[in-house]
């Protein structure tokens, strides 16, 4: 089982980034998908998840009307579009597959290795 993010770098406020997350190793449309954020000093925190299905999303307060989550279940892929970033979304960015159950086993949280989002003038 393996989650690889791409897409972060160096942005100015106002700009915008998309985040991808590629998985493998697991049936992908059977799970949840979120992304988290942690910046230095700070706890990790959920900002995005979307169900398996891919047609309900949630997000952190500080993000909704920015940010959009989304996934392609054909490619495997998970996406994370932010818009109008501000210097506090200065984080590394992690994509986590939600636990989940499936004929009766548990398959366990899995994190990706992080992609670094500055923004910065």
């Known amino acids: 089982v393996q989650l690889v993010e791409s897409g972060g770098g160096l942005v100015q406020p106002g700009w915008s980034l998309r985040l991808s997350c590629l998985a493998s190793?697991?049936?992908?449309?059977?799970?949840?998908m979120s992304w988290y954020r942690q910046s230095p000093g700070k706890v990790r925190e959920l900002v995005a998840r979307?169900?398996?299905?891919?047609?309900?999303?949630n997000y952190i307060l500080s993000v909704q009307g920015r940010f959009t989550i989304s996934r392609d279940n054909a490619k495997n892929l998970v996406y994370l579009q932010m818009n109008s970033l501000k210097s506090e979304d200065t984080a590394v960015y992690y994509c986590?597959?939600?636990?989940?159950?499936?004929?009766?086993?548990?398959?366990?949280?899995?994190w990706g290795q992080g992609t670094q989002v500055t923004v910065s003038s």
């Open positions: 190793g697991f049936t992908f449309s059977s799970a949840g």
């Open positions: 986590k597959r939600d636990s989940y159950y499936n004929s009766g086993v548990y398959y366990e949280n899995v």
């Open positions: 979307i169900n398996n299905g891919g047609d309900i999303a």
